[in-house]
């Protein structure tokens, strides 16, 4: 029994973009069970709005937009989520070490889980599923310089949370670096 009339199904969603939009949930949330709730949530909701997707070429962004609404709400209904003001933070990026060492995939999480979601989905999206930053100002609705702001911001705090040697000293619950004077 065929429910809906047309491509795309959701048995073709499903089967297309499942994996990517697990890893998005699993970056956002931290952990593989909410991830598979919200992926879960999100081809639900998808399967009740089908009518909605005109173009079927878009997707995974529409995919991926409703997976994000689906965790701000659940974040706002838990209203646990930690949360780092990063609003200091400096946007310009400094020399890497070379090579880069090693990063230990739970400590990654971690940090992630670290970042507000406005920070985290930008880098999710860049990072680890290779949106490109007019895709991602599309998806979180905003201009292109904000979301490079972002990542920039996301960038500085991750590589003062994982990269050893980095030298860094609480002050008011933001981690800053000595050298940017406190």
Partial sequence: ???????????????????????????????????????????????????????????????????????????RAERQQPCVALDQVGDVAEPLPEPLPDIDPEQLQSALNELSEVYRTPIILYYFEEFGYREIAEQMDLPIGTVMSRLARAKAFLRSRLLPGSETLQAGGLTRRATDGL
Wanted: glycine share 2%; charged share 20%.
């Fill in 1 to 75: 029994m065929e429910i809906f009339v047309g491509p795309p199904s959701i048995q073709r969603l499903v089967e297309d973009h499942y994996s990517s939009l697990y890893r998005y949930a699993y970056r956002l949330s931290g952990s593989s069970a909410d991830a598979e709730d919200l992926t879960q949530d999100t081809f639900c909701k998808a399967q009740s709005n089908l009518a909605q997707l005109r173009d079927p070429s878009r997707a995974r962004p529409w995919l991926f937009s409703i997976l994000r609404n689906a965790y701000l709400h659940q974040v």
